[in-house]
């Protein structure tokens, strides 16, 4: 006779919790374009991992566009992406550091601010802040 584990047990959980976190992230941008290729599109989206079109504004990548060089448009994927670590309450992270220099240039992020062991955290209200902003060109993921 097989043992079956109980509904407590961490394994149990762990594995519940990795396949939720999964259909969490279904939502979030696979193929990232550059704000310069999606500025050329008619349509700017891209493809999620769940196969679905995540669509950008257009009024959302001008705005984020604005006082970048074009060396930046270039190089800046969309959607920026905060992570969330479920060990980490109030913050969450950012792992492009293109990302972090274009939110600094307009202001979102402090100039001083620099990733750190390929991490930028940042305060939960500070990300929401900046979706709040950019509605189009931020996603959230997690960890």
């Not at 705005?63 to 905060?82: C, N, R, Y």
Request: with cysteine; proline share 3%; net charge positive.
């Amino acid at each position: 006779m097989t043992h079956r584990p109980r509904i407590t047990e961490e394994s149990v959980l762990t594995r519940w919790m990795g396949m939720e976190i999964a259909r969490i992230n279904d939502s979030v941008v696979a193929g990232h374009k550059t704000l310069a290729q999606l500025l050329a599109e008619e349509n700017p989206k891209a493809r999620t991992k769940g196969g679905g079109d995540h669509h950008f504004s257009r009024e959302t990548l001008a705005s984020l566009g604005k006082g970048l060089d074009e060396e930046t448009w270039k190089a800046l994927k969309l959607p920026v992406i905060f992570f969330f670590d479920m060990d980490v309450r109030d913050s969450c992270y950012l792992t492009d550091g293109i990302a972090v220099l274009a939110l600094q240039v307009h202001g979102d992020l402090g100039e001083g601010r620099k990733l750190t062991n390929g991490r930028l955290w940042v305060a939960r209200a500070i990300a929401y802040a900046i979706a709040k902003k950019y509605p189009t060109a931020i996603q959230f993921a997690m960890a």
